[in-house]
């Protein structure tokens, strides 16, 4: 785009978008990862909340 001579807002609008899928991505992939993991834990008998604790940890870390 910047190649193209494009205006700048074009530009910021583009990557704005980019990243707010990239983002949903993200977390879709992360939830999916975390049910996971929960289901696991639970097919042991063993308490989820550390596993969600965890998570949460990891999810704010990457911010």
Do not use: F, N, P, W
């Not at 205006?7 to 879709?28: F, G, L, M, N, P």
């Not at 990862?33 to 550390?50: A, N, P, W």
């Amino acid at each position: 785009m910047m190649e193209e001579e494009k205006h700048c807002r074009e530009v910021v609008a583009q990557i704005s978008a980019i990243r707010s899928a990239a983002d949903k991505a993200i977390a879709y992939i992360v939830a999916k990862y975390l049910e996971q993991c929960i289901l696991e834990v639970k097919e042991t008998g063993r308490h989820t909340s550390k596993v969600v604790v965890e998570a949460v940890q990891l999810i704010i870390k990457s911010e």
